[in-house]
């Protein structure tokens, strides 16, 4: 539940929407072979544009205030997204990212991502400083 500050000594709680998706990173589009599969090149540019567009166009659709996604790798969310559009094209309009990506085996940055809706999620500056994680 989010807060909308206190009052009369009491805290009111108010209910947010949350979405989760798994992006699947560009680097597991292949077949597996382990399951019988051939293995075939990583996506093309044309199909992971389609995919990613899919995904933003469904977060700015249903406006959720907090979104996780999986496997979520700098094609979709570079490190350095501060708004604007995404590398396929559509703009999230709203959020803040926080992000967290590792090196993965095959030598791509990867990972999951925190998005939150600006405006439904704000500082709580009556904390200490040495609390806020930025």
């Not at 967290?100 to 791509?108: D, F, K, P």
Request: some cysteine; charged content about 25%.
């Amino acid at each position: 539940m989010a807060s909308n500050g206190e009052t009369n000594g009491k805290t009111d709680l108010l209910p947010f929407r949350a979405m989760t998706w798994n992006v699947l990173a560009s680097a597991h589009t292949k077949w597996n072979t382990a399951h019988g599969g051939e293995r075939m090149a990583e996506e093309s540019e044309c199909q992971r544009n389609n995919r990613h567009t899919i995904v933003a166009n469904t977060i700015n659709r249903e406006m959720p205030d907090v979104v996780m996604l999986q496997e979520v790798d700098v094609r979709f969310l570079p490190s350095d997204w501060e708004g604007g559009p995404l590398p396929c094209g559509v703009e999230l309009r709203g959020y803040k990212a926080y992000r967290s990506y590792a090196l993965t085996r095959s030598g791509v940055m990867e990972g999951v991502a925190i998005l939150l809706r600006r405006g439904v999620w704000e500082l709580d500056t009556s904390l200490p400083q040495e609390a806020w994680c930025r």
